[in-house]
Each structure stands twice: as C-alpha cells, then as structure tokens.
C-alpha cells in the first residue's frame, strides 16, 4: 500500500464524523427554515392588526407595525400614552375605582402582545442564526472527517 492510500481502517473510521457532519448540516437547515417560517408567520399575523406606529412617535412615526422594531416603539408609545393620561401612575398605582385604571390596564395588555411579538422575532432570528452555524459545523466536520490521516 502506498502512502496516498488510505487503510480500509482509516476508511471506515471516517464514516462515523462524516455520518455526524451530515446530521449536523441537515439539522441546521431544518433549523434555519423553521426560523424563517416562524419569523414569517409573526410577521403576516402582526401586519394584519394593521397597527401603525403613533404620528407622534420620534421613530418610524405613522409605519406599518410589521417588524420587531416597529412593534417595540409603538410599545414605547402606547406606555407614553397612557402614562400620560394616568398622570404618570400605572395600574397598580391607581385606585380600583378610578376609571383610568381601564386605561392602563388596557395599555399593558397591548404592550404585552406587542412585547411577545418581539420576543418571537428574536427567537426566530436565533434559529436561523444556529441554523447557520450549526450548517457551518457540519460542513467542518464533514471536511475534516474526509481528509487522510497522518501517518507516520
């Protein structure tokens, strides 16, 4: 056997890294499309509420609530709003009788959707993130495992 020849041994115990690089790509990219869809899919339902931005806002003012930065600011605004209207009291600093309390109450119910949306636009992006890297590793892995040992 010459020594550009790898040993049946060699051969076969490449397999085991290769088989793992494999399994490794193809979960990431079952991990970068679940990503996208879900990413896709908050965005679809969030632009059909046909939320836009206050005409008040410093940013992205009277924009369509379709993203993760857009739905943060109108968060941002709708607590200005209401904190405005309560004179500067939340929900729980104001008196159970006190009518504005619906109000607050009311604004931290849209906040909190709005926040979730946002929080689902990270964790989408983070899939496809580690999709990507987990696509990378894998493609290592499978390089690595193909290459000829060093003999001796």
Known sequence: MTATEATPAATTAAKGPKTMGILVIVAGVILAISGAFAWGAVQVNLSQENITVSSDSPRW??????????????????????????????????????????????????????????????????????????????????????RRPISA
Do not use: K
Not at 72 to 95: C, F, K, R, V
Not at 105 to 119: D, E, I, P, Q
Not at 132 to 141: D, K, Q
């Open 61 to 146: 003012a009277d924009a369509p609530v379709d993203g993760p930065l857009t739905a943060y600011q109108e968060a941002e605004m709708i607590n200005q709003h209401y904190l405005e209207s309560t004179g500067g009291l939340t929900y729980a600093e104001l008196d159970r009788e006190d009518p504005l309390r619906q109000v607050a109450m009311n604004a931290s119910f849209l906040r909190a959707s709005l926040f979730t949306s946002v929080v689902s636009f990270g964790v989408a992006a983070m899939a496809m993130g580690l999709g990507v890297v987990l696509v990378l590793v894998g493609a290592s892995i499978t390089n690595l495992a193909g």
